[in-house]
């Protein structure tokens, strides 16, 4: 009788131990994680209006600057990356796709541009 206790207890324990691990997964990353950092075009494309033309540099905490200066708030859900530009009171909406280092940002007329992540 001692000896099936002791082996239920055991069983038990190891049971515990077994479903605590399995919660354990490794988190995914945010998308503001994913997107943060400094972006710039690719060469040899041709950049359409309402897009950024040189750098584009996104924070973690939603923030951003413009092709070096000019401030902005972003963020980012459902496949889409919307840009509030604070000095020009403008903002634009992308659909974005990232590939690796690469970030394709689309336009509702179709067109995109492509950047890598410096």
């Known amino acids: 009788m001692k000896k099936k206790s002791v082996l239920s207890a055991a069983v038990l324990l190891l049971t515990f131990c077994l479903a605590g691990c399995a919660g354990s997964a490794p988190a995914q990353q945010s998308v503001s994680s994913t997107l943060a950092g400094t972006w710039v075009p690719l060469e040899d494309q041709e950049i ?10 996104l924070s973690d905490d939603g923030t951003g600057i ?13 496949s889409r990356l919307v840009l509030t530009f604070l000095e020009m ?29 410096e």
């Open 48 to 57: 359409y209006d309402n897009f950024i033309e040189e750098r584009l540099e």
């Open 66 to 78: 413009f092709e070096g200066y000019t401030t902005l708030k972003w963020k980012a859900e459902n």
């Open 89 to 117: 009171e403008l903002e634009l909406e992308y659909d974005y796709k990232l590939s690796g280092s690469t970030l394709t940002l689309t336009r509702e007329n179709g067109r995109s541009v492509k950047y890598k992540k």
